[in-house]
């Protein structure tokens, strides 16, 4: 079955200390792989997208993720975490490549809420 | 700003009534998903729309139909509403045939349900 795991539903640091939030995936093919943030109030916006090539790949806000196959991986990280980063996370999988039927779905994680300490 | 755009922000309503939930897509987008979101039910993906068909549909409840009109906006609607159809919907669209699958959603519809 496919699904998106996201073991850890809150994570507190410290402002300027890193941030890692995992996220580890069961797809039946090559996935494409999402991360989103939702600030409060807010929809969500795409922080990063990994569909080939380099495993480590820039996102927006300082994020990057690394995509591991070995492991079905696809972690987030940022080396310094600003107040600011203060929102839930969500990791997705689609389907390695738009449907000839123009289905693209997603499967979305559970979400990691973080809070930044001052 | 994504460039989706949902009416309206927020919705109170009783049980046992009916609501409709619009949705526009951003300029260019053929395809138009519909998600809801709930404290015990996560990120759940409801239907998706391309170009006026219905292409897919996920844990949308019977209760619930959606359609996508020829200028491309999109509504959701919600009958014989229940307290646990309180959530956030949300409204996402793609180019989707085209395109690298990329989704941009909305900033959401927050269904109170008294």
């Known amino acids: 079955a496919q699904s998106v795991t996201q073991p850890d539903i809150h994570i507190t640091v410290s402002e300027g200390a890193s941030l890692e939030l995992r996220c580890n995936y069961s797809?039946?093919?090559?996935?494409?792989l999402f991360w989103y943030v939702q600030s409060p109030g807010q929809g969500l916006q795409l922080l990063l997208k990994y569909f080939s090539g380099d495993t480590l790949v820039q996102g927006i806000k300082g994020f990057e993720a690394e995509f591991k196959r070995s492991q079905s991986s696809f972690n987030l990280r940022k080396p310094s975490v600003h107040w600011s980063d203060a929102a839930e996370y969500f990791c997705?999988?689609?389907?390695?490549?738009?449907?000839?039927?123009?289905?693209?779905?997603?499967?979305f994680g559970t979400g990691t809420r973080l809070k930044v300490l001052a | 700003d994504s460039g989706v755009t949902q009416t309206p922000k927020h919705l109170i309503t009783a049980t046992g009534q009916r609501v409709t939930l619009r949705c526009s897509p951003r300029s260019g987008d053929l395809s138009v998903y519909w998600y809801q979101q709930s404290l015990d039910q996560g990120l759940q993906f409801l239907i998706q729309?391309?170009?006026?068909?219905?292409?897919a549909k996920g844990n949308i409840l019977e209760r619930f139909s959606a359609q996508q009109f020829p200028d491309l906006h999109s509504e959701l609607n919600l009958s014989s509403l229940e307290l646990g159809d309180s959530a956030l919907y949300f409204c996402?669209?793609?180019?989707?045939?085209?395109?690298?699958?990329?989704?941009?959603f909305g900033a959401g519809t927050r269904l109170s349900v008294l």
């Open positions: 797809y039946g093919a090559t996935p494409y």
């Open positions: 996402a669209s793609s180019v989707a045939l085209a395109g690298d699958g990329i989704q941009y």
């Open positions: 729309y391309y170009n006026g068909e219905e292409r």
């Open positions: 997705a999988v689609g389907p390695g490549r738009v449907t000839t039927s123009g289905t693209y779905k997603y499967i």
